[in-house]
């Protein structure tokens, strides 16, 4: 169990993750948590697209989208 309980049902981890958020001029808002102990870096991009958006009449083009840049980024 990593987190130890306390009186009033909170919880205490060893180690509380931090995280830092800068928004650009542009509205990209990049996202930080810090992994010291992990000698890599990952990243996510995320776009406000998909089904949900699709137009009218062309249902399914995200998804056929989403299947290219797959397929062309493996």
């Keep these: 169990r990593l987190g130890v309980g306390l009186e009033g049902g909170a919880i205490l981890t060893p180690m509380q993750p931090v995280i830092h ?3 650009f001029g542009n509205g990209l808002t990049l996202v930080v948590q810090e992994m010291p102990w ?3 870096a990952s990243f996510d991009l995320l776009l ?3 089904a949900a958006t699709d137009p009218e009449g062309a249902s399914g083009s995200a998804t056929v989208l989403a299947e290219w ?3 062309g980024a493996g």
Excluded: A, I
Aim: aromatic share 16%.
């Design 38 to 40: 992990l000698p890599s």
């Design 69 to 71: 840049l797959y397929r």
């Design 21 to 23: 958020t800068h928004t």
């Design 48 to 50: 406000p697209f998909g």
